[in-house]
């Protein structure tokens, strides 16, 4: 057995066990001691274990400022080997078990959220009935859900070197997130959201500075590899800087990993990138500025999946709040109508749906099936206030089977 080969598999072992002694690990290899702990002391100075008296723990959670590995070529050509050594082999795996793994990349946001009685006019002070510091970011929030809906899930994103980079570190450790790593930017903060919630008209104003989110680099993104190649879904988002975002879907493709794009907020970069998508999941808003058809019903909703897929994307599916979901897989239209929800705050419903969406795909379900979960699942979270508080797979089993 290889040295690369060998270590690989003491990391499939600490994945599956936790944690594994010098002992157990030299007898499971029929290596000596000596060797194990070089494996291990090379392991954790990549940061993918932990030494340990004896033996060593995998690392699932991380915060630093540097690269977990460096790729030791420029992103294309990392790209040119996985393609030529990777696809086969992967494509190969996927067939045979699927393990429900989804790898997120995606931003993550403090939300520092004040209810008024009203918007204040220019120049004006107003004092909040409320105020409330919590998690956000649309990675984050997908990450959630798709955890709550029963996938294996790694979560990337940036945060800076500040207060809030601890806060979101605590927040994800304390969550049901499998893992996740956490670059820091040395130049820009924690992303963060101002939000005014006008308690006269159920009306938001929303102020977004992206932050560190938006300073992910080839490199880091070359880094998750690893965590790629064991996943069956790539889910990604376009509140980071576009060209991570491109360089990790090119780097899923290569390794065989289903694309889900949720184009959100809009920029007209998601047209460059259908190429590498599996399935695109629009709102009506969203379907509307990528085709250039007005969506307003259902019919229009079918006319803006057609332009989107002569564009190049291989599925769409355009979310429509109490109208459901429209699914267009190759020449197929599906309707799945909306869950009855008594509604209390939809902040978070399309981030509810797609993390759904990709833990339900990664299972094996088909398209349709996947979406029926999804819609299913967003009923529920609305029911719920904040963004981040999502429902659990039993709940959504249970909605599921009332209809």
Known sequence: MFLEQRRQQILEHLDKYESMTVESLSALFSVTRETIRSDLNALAAEKLVQRCHGGAMVIRRSLQSKLITDTGDNFEVLLKRLQSQKRKQAGQQKGKNMKGKVCILGSFNVDIV????????????????????????????????????????????KVGKDQ???????????????????????????????????????????????????????????????????????????????????????????????????????SSHALECLEYVDVITPNETEASQLSGIDVQDLASAKEAAQRIVSQGAQRVIITMGSRGALILDGHQFQHIPAFAALSVDTTGAGDAFNGALAASIAKGQSLAQAATYAAAFASLSVEREGAANMPDNAQVIARLAQR
């Open 114 to 157: 004040a209810k008024v009685e009203r918007f204040p006019k220019g120049g004006e002070s107003l004092l909040a009935l409320d105020s409330t510091l919590g998690p956000g970011g649309k990675g984050s929030n997908q990450a959630t859900a798709a955890s709550r809906a029963g996938a294996k899930v790694h979560f990337v994103s």
């Open 164 to 266: 809030f980079s601890q806060f979101a570190y605590d927040h994800l450790s304390s969550s049901e997130i499998h893992s996740f790593t956490l670059y820091q930017s040395e130049t820009e903060p924690t992303g963060n959201a101002i939000i005014y919630v006008s308690q006269e008209k159920g009306e938001n104003m929303i102020a977004i500075y992206s932050g560190a989110n938006k300073t992910i680099s080839e490199d880091e993104v070359a880094a998750i590899a690893t965590e790629l190649e064991d996943s069956e879904v790539l889910l990604v988002q376009l509140e980071n800087n576009f060209a991570a975002t491109l360089s990790a879907m090119k780097l899923a493709k290569a390794l065989g990993v289903k694309v889900i794009l949720n184009p959100a907020p809009f």
